[in-house]
DNA sequence: AAAAAAATCTACTCTTCGGTAGATTGCTTA
DNA sequence: TAAGCAATCTACCGAAGAGTAGATTTTTTT
């Protein structure tokens, strides 16, 4: 019995869109299978013969789709912080106290770095990277972390934050909720989500004894 | 106008230990150029001949010191995680409250981290090693880990800790305590101790609001 | 003084890997 | 149907760098 309906679907013959739009697919392909073997084992440490390898293709067809080792690394940590990026203009635009939005900005924060793209960011150490890189990768996690001791600063100001230096909180916050890119490994019994909310609590309450707030 | 005593003192004819001292001592300043290469970079992106061409040497010199590259590398790690055992070792030998000594145990493992072979050792990933060197490099983290771990839960126990996750309290002091292994650069206008006390402190309270302590 | 040992160098080898040339196959378009 | 273009491959080039061979120089020992 004939399917028309699945022969159209899945016709030989496809239009420019559904060209491009494989095009697509397959770089981003690329991109996936590239940053989990970086994110194995270091950029430095991995050749594009292994991470073709592990797409069942040679090396030449990724330099069809990327223009070198160091583009397909670039493309990688800017997938990474536009989504940090997006998660800090996010923040800023939230309404609620300054510690309300930097936690739910932390959380998030610390999600992407479980994430491939977002693990790549933290792994990546912009020595390695061309100068043209890497003041793109400068300029990028600098916004980033302008974010972070904003929203730190507005809740300092608000009240809703300790009066805390804002240089060394923002280093101790992004430290703790960097690390999980290191050892975060996607089995365990925590989702990313649990982790950050976790990592984030503990950071804001401290683990010093909870100060007993006497019923009056 | 001869001077006996100088003579004396920088004879040309060197004792058996002081030769065996002079060893010593060039193979430490190879450890020591090469940790700083590694830091300044990474230990993939650092050849050899360039280690050797801080030193005004040639790269066979280093293999006459020390068996191949990822013996250097050993040797670099292996002496930040002695320091960091020494102090994990101190801590538990020590008396007071488990919030007193896990403060102490974490100032001193910041310190740690933000020394030469101490940062080596977080920016080492054990990916990079031989079988044998990773087995070793991750035994001495796991007791390192676990020192860090009995210390909260001990905190945790006698009242002087809040009743935190202990898996999760020691990722998340250990990830920001990690961090500057990958920012601090030894200019800066705080010194490591002040660093180290700075965000301990932050972490034992977090950055929420100070429960008002009412005056009595 | 001769022999042995230690320290160091120059000049290699061999492997890995980034990147390219150019052929092949097959689809698209005129 | 011919020309053009997209996707992919095999086979290579050249540089970098780990590690070694063996010579040379210096120091130590006998």
Chains 1, 2 share one sequence.
Not at 24 to 29: I, L, T, V
Not at 69 to 81: D, F, N, P, S, Y
């Amino acid at each position: 019995m004939p399917e028309p309906q699945s022969i159209a679907d899945r016709s030989p013959f496809r239009s420019a869109e559904e060209r491009a739009s494989e095009r697509e697919q397959k770089r981003e392909a690329v991109l996936r299978a590239a940053v989990r073997a970086f994110n194995a084992k270091s950029f430095e440490a991995t050749s594009l013969d292994e991470v073709a390898a592990t797409l069942g293709i040679s090396k030449p067809t990724i330099y069809h789709y990327l223009g070198n080792k160091e583009q397909v690394l670039v493309e990688c940590v800017t997938r990474g912080l536009e989504m940090l990026q997006a998660a800090a203009r996010e923040a800023q635009s939230e309404s609620g106290s300054g510690l309300e939005r930097l936690r739910r900005f932390l959380r998030r924060y610390a999600e992407i770095n479980m994430d491939d793209f977002g693990r790549c960011v933290i792994r990546t150490n912009d020595e390695t990277l061309s100068a043209e890189g890497r003041r793109r990768f400068r300029g990028l996690k600098g916004e980033i972390d302008r974010a972070m001791r904003t929203l730190i600063a507005e809740g300092v100001d608000d009240g809703s934050i300790a009066p805390v230096d804002v240089r060394i909180a923002a280093f101790t916050l992004a430290g703790a909720l960097n690390w999980p890119a290191r050892w975060h490994q996607g089995d365990g019994a925590m989702s990313p989500g649990e982790i950050a909310s976790a990592m984030v609590d503990l950071l804001v309450s401290g683990i010093g004894p909870r100060v007993q707030t006497r019923p009056d």
